[in-house]
């Protein structure tokens, strides 16, 4: 048995996909290529569980507190959980363990995570989050400290590198956000042959409920939609 709410997010992830396959197909590319990251930040474990089985490769999440609780209470079943969110480093501990942390942004973070990791003996997969509009988003490294960053990160022997994330600025079209798209996407061909041999570099996180169609055509192998899922979340995402 369904109750409306559910039968909302069957609905709305039936035309998601539906919108997903048509911007695959446009650029000839095939499902095996993307991932879709459910973008859970407010649902409660309940909604969680719910879309846990459906048609969901994976699910995000931006608040460790979030993360944890949820996972506690078995809400995402066998599906990973990402972190996509800020993490600051106070919370790194909480953090380290989970599918993966797309939001690594700063040295200090990348050094944090590989301590902790270094300490359970795991190793943990990463996105170094980059900012494309300069002074617009608050979360990410500049394009020009990406290699810095990068090169540290390679001589962590914890942290395996998976690829970049990013959340472009507001675009006012299709074609604009398709320019900042492309932009990720040559940064993630370019800093490839940098990474070391422990890499698996095949993750490009971009694109969201309004954008999705624009990071797929650009190359994104990972989308993370929230309310194109869920519907309009009941409080915004908490400023970090
Ligand atoms: C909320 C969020 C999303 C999804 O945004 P929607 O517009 O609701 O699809 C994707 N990525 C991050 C990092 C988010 O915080």
Request: hydrophobic share 40%; glycine share 10%.
């Amino acid at each position: 048995m369904t109750n409306p709410e559910q039968e909302a997010i069957r609905q709305n992830l039936w035309r998601l996909r539906e919108a997903i396959d048509a911007a695959l197909a446009a650029s000839g590319r095939s499902r095996a290529g993307l991932l879709l990251c459910a973008a859970s930040k407010t649902q409660p474990a309940e909604t969680v569980a719910f879309a846990a089985g459906l048609d969901i490769d994976l699910f995000g999440e931006n608040r460790v507190q979030e993360l944890t609780a949820k996972t506690a209470a078995g809400a995402y079943g066998t599906k990973p959980c990402h972190l996509i969110g800020h993490l600051q480093t106070n919370k790194i501990r909480q953090a380290v363990g989970c599918g993966m942390i797309q939001s690594v942004d700063s040295l200090r973070l990348a050094g944090g995570i590989e301590a902790e990791a270094a300490k359970r003996g795991i190793c943990q997969d990463i996105l170094l989050e980059v900012k494309l509009g300069g002074e617009e988003s608050k979360t990410g490294v500049p394009p020009g400290q990406l290699d810095r960053l990068l090169e540290a990160a390679a001589g962590c022997r914890h942290l395996r590198l998976r690829g970049l994330m990013t959340i472009p600025p507001p675009a006012e079209s299709e074609g604009e956000a398709r320019r900042w798209f492309a932009q990720a996407r040559a940064l993630f061909e370019r800093l490839a042959p940098h990474c070391p041999e422990t890499a698996v570099w095949d993750t490009l996180s971009m694109g969201m409920s309004g954008d999705f169609a624009a990071a797929i055509a650009e190359g994104a192998t990972m989308v993370r939609v929230g309310t194109g899922i869920f519907g309009p979340r009941s409080y915004p995402p908490q400023k970090v």
